[in-house]
């Protein structure tokens, strides 16, 4: 086959998407295709600014220079790197004898902006005329977009999630799409690689601008996706002043907001007191009555100071560790002691799988990291039961919480570990604070025993703890480092 390929990058096999290209066309070449490749020093340029010469100046552009070489010579296919040769896509369907035209993205857009729209609120403030702009510059692109799916006849993508999304959201047949990853630069694959463990996935360092484009955009949704998986993973953004700035307000706000969610969830248990006080103290006789609710608005007070006390304590790198050797079996038959008898008292099975082993851990921290998991557990089921098992695995042993509940839908796992979230309309939500599963992150880091979570909406959850031996001396500097 003869293939156009053109692309607005320069003919750089070191950089990210223009490197891609690169290979893509030598690829193509090494089987027998024979590839024209227009860069960007062949491709004229009348207006400066970026933005503008991309969502305007560029698709005409395309169309021009693609008529000008299917007038000279015919081709196969014309192969063309983002959505903005969607006139040139429109062009090519009009023409007598057509060629396939082929949209390579590297990265979808509107399927990173839908995903990441939380992360704006990272974004600084501009002023009233800059917003419009942007505002303007991002309906262009939505144009764009919309319509090289129109025209275009299939899409190369960089991930399997920008297929998926072509497909479910715009509509596009799946043998029209297909994924081929951005080629790291030849002088990255040169290097040896170094050692690598799981533990190097909990420290993540990105230096480069906050910006609201395709790079580091997807590097956020790359960190959302670890975090899904590994909640006790950091991320460590580097930028310029302004934007650090920027990102300590946004700190302040999130404070401000875990701070008004702790008043709100108090505010119901302690008014349920002051209202049962004040009936106690008009009719002394309703004290049979009232004392259970009481009891139990008591209790709600206490559980949510008991957690907020042990995140603040973590936070602030109050918490003093003490590692020793802990026995499985015994740790499972102590969990079962105290969770067993809740289940059963919902009517739901409590089943323990043990396994014989020991690991390093403080006792006290494990036993509130997986007991968090299982009232969890216990909280969203309504039928079924709870498995509490442990497995020796070729990393060392690990514990699993399953349940047979609610399930948590995919766009919340990455949230479930925040302070303070529940899932709106979730049964069993109204009654818990959303900190039990922070707290088990922030234990999950301090201890370095990665947790993960799988789920499926109305079948189930499982929580994975990998039970890594605990190192006093790194953990305890790892609270220090917690409290700053």
Known sequence: MRILMMTDATENPDSGAAGTEYQTANALRELGHEVDAIWANR????????NLHYLLELPITYRARMLERLQAQRYDVVHVSQPHGYLAAHAAKRLPNRPVFVHRSHGFEPRIKAVLAGWRQLQPRTSLLRAAASHA???????NNRAIVRYADGHLVSAQLCATYLHQCCGV????????????????QDIPPPRFDESRLDRILYVGQLAFF???MVLAEAFELVLAQRPQARLTWVCAAPQQRQAAVSAVAMKNRFLASAAHDMRQPVLALSL????????????????????????AVNALFDSMFDLARIDSGQVRLHVERVDMSELLHDLELQYRPVAESRGLDFRVHACEGSFLTDPIRVRRMIGNLL????????????????????????????????????????????????VADHAGTSDGFGLGLAIVARLSHVLGHPVSVRSRLGRGSVFRVALHDADEAVAQARV???GG
């Open 173 to 188: 047949q799946r043998a029209r799409i297909a994924v081929v990853p951005q080629a790291p630069p030849s002088a990255f």
């Open 214 to 216: 395709k790079a580091p």
């Open 480 to 482: 220090s480092a917690s």
């Open 43 to 50: 491709l004229p340029r009348r207006l400066s600014h970026g």
């Open 137 to 143: 510059m991002a309906s262009l692109l939505d144009i």
């Open 375 to 422: 009232a969890n557990a216990i909280k969203y089921t309504t039928e079924g039961g709870v498995l509490l098992a442990a497995r020796q695995t070729r990393d060392g042993l690990r514990v699993e919480v399953w349940d047979t509940g609610i399930g948590i839908a995919p766009e919340h796992l990455r949230d479930v570990f925040l302070e303070f979230y529940k």
């Open 276 to 299: 049962y006080a004040d009936w106690l103290r008009n009719e002394p006789e309703l004290v049979l009555e009232l004392a259970p609710k009481i009891v139990r608005a008591t209790h």
